[in-house]
């Protein structure tokens, strides 16, 4: 399937959210975790970043203790990482927003350069969302399980979103905004074997700047996962002035695909 009709397949009307078996599949995690230690000398060899700061967002109801891992991932692999500093992720309420682009437009002033934003399910819409309203500030957006491209009822988490956020997602002009990435390198990590988010809801449309890797992953253990990891860390090494897409050649294509 190309990627053109992969974006199209997200159809609200075709796209329903996971199945009891692949909910099932969630529990999973933990060994995802296990994977990700007996990787740790795979992943050791991967180069060295550059140093570029990099604000790592939490999922629904999750908060940086869930980030953990993967923050000290991209530390020990160069990069300096923060967390959101926003306790529990409940979605975009009163503040969360415009404390999220003061945190960002901070750092790129502390660095001196732009930053890459990696965010892990609902926390990958707020990535992209700075990023479209701060292009100078953002370097390159990484998501994880994120649904931006359907509409939330695609979700096995639309109903916790609407009790914890206090919001509707039955805003259609918003679920089309969602859908249209940033102007800087965009990155999406999903899995056809998402247990929360249909991963057609995951897919960017084709576009030079954009691109879509699979891993085979469940969405809580997503942050976890070292084929997600890795497919991170090479995606911050990338020079956004020469960026290329996620290169699926040799090895790699028995593990990921684009």
Not at 65 to 77: G, S
Request: glycine residues 8%; charged residues 20%.
């Amino acid at each position: 399937m190309t990627r053109r009709r992969r974006a199209e397949a997200t159809d609200e009307a075709e796209v329903q959210a996971p199945g009891p078996l692949l909910m099932l599949m969630e529990a999973r995690a933990p060994w995802e975790f296990a994977a990700m230690l007996a990787a740790t000398p795979w992943l050791a060899r991967m180069p060295v970043g550059d140093g570029h700061p990099v604000v790592v967002f939490p999922g629904l109801g999750a908060t940086d203790v869930t980030t953990v891992t993967l923050r000290n991932f991209l530390r020990d692999r160069g990069y300096t990482t923060y967390p959101w500093e926003m306790g529990f992720n409940f979605g975009p309420r009163a503040g969360v927003l415009e404390a999220c682009h003061a945190r960002v437009a901070e750092l790129a002033a502390k660095h001196h350069e732009p930053v890459s934003l990696v965010g892990w399910s609902l926390g990958g819409l707020y990535a992209r969302e700075i990023a479209k309203e701060q292009p100078d500030n953002v370097r390159c957006v990484v998501t994880l399980g994120t649904p931006f491209a359907g509409h939330p009822r695609a979700t096995n988490a639309w109903r916790f979103y609407e009790m914890v956020s206090g919001q509707s997602v039955h805003d259609h002009d918003l679920v089309a905004n969602l859908r249209v990435p940033p102007r800087c390198p965009t990155t999406s990590i999903y899995s056809k074997t998402d247990g929360v988010v249909a991963w057609q809801c995951s897919l960017n449309d084709d576009l030079p700047h954009t691109e879509n890797i699979e891993v085979q992953a469940s969405h809580i253990g997503m942050g976890l996962n070292p084929l997600a990891l890795y497919a991170v860390a090479d995606r911050l090494a990338q020079d956004p002035k020469r960026w290329r897409r996620f290169d699926a050649a040799g090895a790699r294509r028995w593990f990921f695909k684009v």
